[in-house]
């Protein structure tokens, strides 16, 4: 039983712990306390609930126009109904309102489709991509190595890897300053997929090619089956690319053609990945951007008035009334004419028709909202109806919430040129840092076993692992230079892992001598190691020895 359900059984009671405190106080009070008969005042409905708040309304209020939309869903409350959406995807009686957005394919729509299925091409290709014999892109989760466009970043990187973030995110920070949400209507994987494969699967099945909305045939169980299975191949598909992007596209060609009991762990990591594809795309849908992805969170510290966006232009739209308007007077160029000065009613016809569109399943009308992913498939449906009622066009377009108030466009404020002011000072410092730390990396890692071993001869040993990294893409032959205190022998015990070819990594064993009163007092002490390669590039690489106390 819903909240909604619940309340009159509450009123029915006799009471409300609450009365008194809470925000239906007022309006219990306001009829005369909650009572068995009716808790509600006489000649009004309670019309919302929402964010803790009752709102009341005449009955006339209450008339809800369903619209001619492809939404379907969840039952309405018959006696607490909501004048709006709290979440766009849920009912008033807190059931999910499922949305079969109408397809509007319009200039927009075509050209989103067409840059959506070179993206899909794209995201396929590029773990298969090679840069210097190295994957274009391979974050490497389990070994902590990114390689990004050819360049592998090592968990030593922190540096490198701090400032590639922060670029990242500066840049991600500007786009959306200049451009709105122009990633998730245009290039967002979550958009792409939905948008431009499982929709158009939906409306195969629902016998709504190239129109969506509702469904055209009650499907039957067979339907159902087939449209899982599709999904569940398609999913397959993309949780390969995916997994492709972390573990390599050699190592998921052998985990693909070993059977899962040769592999039981890289097995559940694909099942894991597949049941959340299948999860996202069948059932969680667009409420991945409404309530899980935190960028659409952000995007009100991220955009400003002059922030390029989809946006409905309410000086020229409102007043909003259905019917035909008069005739059109003289349209300016920038299609953004009012042309309701000779009229007491505004452009916007009130079909609907952005709304049920949306697949977000909000109403651009009520201004810029979280919801809105810039998809611009309001745009196409209303300059259809534009169209068909002889007006302009661009009554919804791309524009800026001070463009739309008649304002002056301004491409010079403080974002966009502090901004962009951050963001070369980033990639100068990370180019800085990429050429230092050019040629090669070496690290030290302590050796697994006996943390040392004491001789006869008063003298202790360890063992570590030297990693190298050959940053070059020539084989590189590397030495270790002896350490100043000759009493401290570094002995290479496999030479022939000192020379590596252009781009490999190798894991040369060491074994380290050192007078065993070294370590007297606190067990440990400090070393520091000099390694060269061919061309005289040196490194220094810090690292202790274990020993008695
Ligand atoms: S599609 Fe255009 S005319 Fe129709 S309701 Fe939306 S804004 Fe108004
Ligand atoms: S309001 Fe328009 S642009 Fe925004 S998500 Fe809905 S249809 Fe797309």
Redesign the pocket.
């Known amino acids: 039983m819903s909240i909604f359900e619940s309340l009159p059984l509450l009123a029915a009671s006799g009471g409300c712990r609450n009365a008194g405190k809470c925000q239906l106080a007022g309006a219990c009070e306001g009829a005369g306390g909650v009572s068995p008969a009716g808790a509600i005042p006489a000649g009004r409905e309670p019309a919302a609930v929402g964010m803790g708040t009752l709102v009341f309304a005449t009955a006339s209020n209450q008339e809800t126009e369903e619209p001619e939309s492809g939404t379907t869903g969840g039952k309405h409350s018959a006696l607490l109904e909501s004048p709006e959406h709290v979440l766009s995807t849920l009912e008033s009686d807190g059931s999910r309102r499922w949305l079969r957005p109408k397809l509007s394919p319009g200039k927009w729509w075509q050209r989103r489709r067409i840059v959506a299925y070179l993206l899909m091409i794209v995201f396929v290709v590029i773990p298969h991509l090679r840069l210097a014999g190295k994957p274009l892109i391979l974050l490497d989760i389990a070994e902590r190595e990114f390689t990004i466009l050819g360049r592998t970043f090592l968990p030593t990187d922190t540096l490198l890897l701090a400032l590639l973030m922060l670029s990242v995110f500066v840049s991600i920070v500007l786009i959306t300053a200049v451009a709105g949400r122009a990633w998730c209507?245009w290039a967002c994987p979550q958009t792409v997929y939905m948008e431009f494969l499982f929709r158009p699967v939906d409306r195969l099945f629902d016998n709504t090619v190239g129109k969506g909305g509702k469904p055209r045939r009650d499907k039957g169980a067979l339907l159902h089956i087939a449209r899982f299975v599709v999904y569940a191949l398609l999913c397959m598909f993309l949780a390969h690319t995916f997994l492709a992007y972390f573990v390599g596209t050699e190592k998921l060609a052998m985990w693909v053609r070993s059977t899962p009991a040769a592999h039981p762990v890289a097995f559940l990591v694909m099942s894991a990945t597949l049941g959340l594809m299948l999860f996202d795309f069948m059932f969680f849908r667009e409420q991945l951007c409404l309530i899980a992805c935190p960028y659409g969170r952000f995007q009100s510290v991220m955009l400003d008035q002059q922030s390029t966006i989809?946006a409905y232009d309410y000086v020229r739209g409102e007043p909003r009334k259905k019917g035909k308007r008069e005739p059109l007077p003289v349209v300016s160029a920038d299609g953004r004419a009012s042309v309701t000065e000779n009229r007491s009613v505004g452009d916007c016809v009130d079909c609907n028709q952005?709304v049920v569109?949306?697949?977000?399943g909000?109403d651009?009308r009520d201004g810029l909202q979280m919801?809105?992913?810039?998809?611009?498939?309001?745009?196409d449906a209303c300059d259809e109806v534009m169209d068909r009622v002889g007006l302009p066009k661009g009554l919804i377009r791309y524009g800026s919430q001070d463009s739309i108030a008649g304002k002056a466009k301004r491409l010079l404020r403080a974002r966009t040129m502090i901004y962009p002011v951050i963001l070369l000072a980033l990639f100068g410092a990370l180019l800085t840092a990429l050429v230092i730390k050019s040629g090669f990396d070496a690290r030290v890692i302590r050796g697994k076993g006996a943390p040392y071993t004491i001789y006869p001869d008063r003298t202790a040993s360890n063992e570590f692992q030297l990693r190298l990294v050959n940053r070059t893409d020539e084989p590189q032959h590397y030495e270790i230079i002896p350490p100043a205190d000759e009493s401290i022998k570094i002995e290479v015990l496999d030479q022939g892992k000192m020379t590596l070819e252009g781009g490999g990594t190798e894991l040369v064993p060491l074994h380290v001598t050192f007078p065993s009163n070294l370590t007297r007092g606190i067990g440990r002490s400090n070393l520091k190691m000099t390694i060269r390669d061919g061309e005289q590039r040196t490194r220094e690489v810090q690292f202790f020895l274990l020993g008695p106390r």
């Open positions: 209507g989809v952005c569109v949306c697949p977000t909000i651009i919801e809105c992913i810039n998809c611009t498939q309001c745009i």
